[in-house]
């Protein structure tokens, strides 16, 4: 039960409360100041609480769900989680979204690690808000490909950041998909393909967009023919990560798709200690859960709408 405090231990105990919480100054330098105890300035703190006279607010972020982020982290037994405000349909987002990224990256990334990326438009937003880095190598970790409303591609991204950097660069000029198996195994063999993809064996941190098997919600479902989507879908695919398929309980799903691809393996992305997964809009849950359930992501940098669908008692873990 709190104690009565009459008119001038009130004052007193704001007194205290303003010189500790907004000055900053030390119970031990308060307690000489005032003349009483330290032990009777830690309890006039405490009753300070009690009484109301101060009252805790954890502030809100402009660009960051605070406590949304958390939430998702703790469920989902993250390293890192940041829901940006806002919904995929919303162009705003896509910039917040890639500048949030960017800001994660630079705050974990450190000159001991090696950086793995894609090509994928959250990775491109994301390294165009980067204008400083750690000066580490950088390894292209998939193929190319065309998508008509954008001008990079893995080389570009890889070579942009590694500028910046200053480090060296692992690039290879290839297709992310090809018409066979056979022309991919060749393609994996080429020098630059062979070595960049060995270099993906030291990569620490990594990137990468998250696609929902779905028209417009991956570039990979774009690019393909009819014929491979509906293979894909009648396999269980729900989503993509750099190529690499998956269902919704985040098992492997091979298609014939699968040895067409120039990119790592599911596998070798699970092997990577860090790896960072980018995604907006609620079309994209199923995708992120899924990537999650197979532990081909570590951390986070979605929307308000995929984490609240991350966190629905209606999609079980």
């Known amino acids: 039960m709190t104690e009565a405090l009459g008119p001038s231990a009130r004052v007193l105990a704001a007194a205290v409360a303003r010189r500790h919480y907004l000055a900053g100054e030390s119970k031990v330098d308060i307690a000489g100041a005032l003349g009483i105890s330290r032990f009777k300035v830690a309890r006039l703190l405490d009753l300070a609480h009690e009484l109301g006279i101060v009252r805790i607010e954890i502030a809100s972020d402009q660009i960051v769900d605070l406590q949304l982020s958390e939430e998702v982290r703790e469920a989902w037994e993250l390293h890192h989680c940041t829901v940006v405000l806002g919904h995929g349909a919303d162009a705003v987002a896509r910039e917040d979204l890639g500048r949030t990224a960017a800001e994660l990256l630079c705050e974990v990334v450190t000159d001991k690690d090696v950086l793995g990326l894609p090509w994928a438009r959250s990775v491109s937003d994301m390294i165009r ?6 000066r580490i190598p950088i390894v292209q970790l998939s193929g190319s490909v065309v998508v008509p409303d954008e001008t990079t591609s893995p080389v570009d991204i890889v070579g942009r950041i590694a500028r910046i950097a200053g480090g060296e660069a692992h690039l290879f000029y290839a297709p992310l998909i090809l018409d066979d ?10 020098p630059s393909v ?17 696609g929902a098997w779905a028209p417009g919600q991956s570039t ?13 879908v009648s396999a269980g695919v729900v989503g ?9 309980d985040g098992a492997p799903v091979p298609t014939h798709l699968t040895d067409r691809m120039v990119t790592l393996t599911g596998d070798r992305l699970r092997a990577v200690p860090e790896v960072i997964g980018i995604a907006r809009g609620r079309n994209k849950a199923q995708a992120v859960r899924g990537a999650l359930r197979g532990g081909l992501l ?14 629905a008692g209606d999609w079980p873990r």
């Open 298 to 311: 570590k951390s986070l940098v979605i929307d308000t709408e995929i984490a609240q669908s991350l966190l």
């Open 194 to 210: 062979a070595s960049a993809l060995a270099a993906a064996d030291r990569v620490t941190i990594a990137v990468a967009g998250i």
């Open 181 to 190: 198996a056979t022309s991919a195994t060749v393609m994996r063999r080429q």
């Open 220 to 232: 990979v479902y774009d690019t393909i023919g009819p014929e491979d989507r509906a293979e894909a």
């Open 129 to 134: 808000s980067i204008t400083a880095f750690p």
């Open 240 to 248: 993509e990560v750099m190529g690499i398929y998956y269902g919704a």
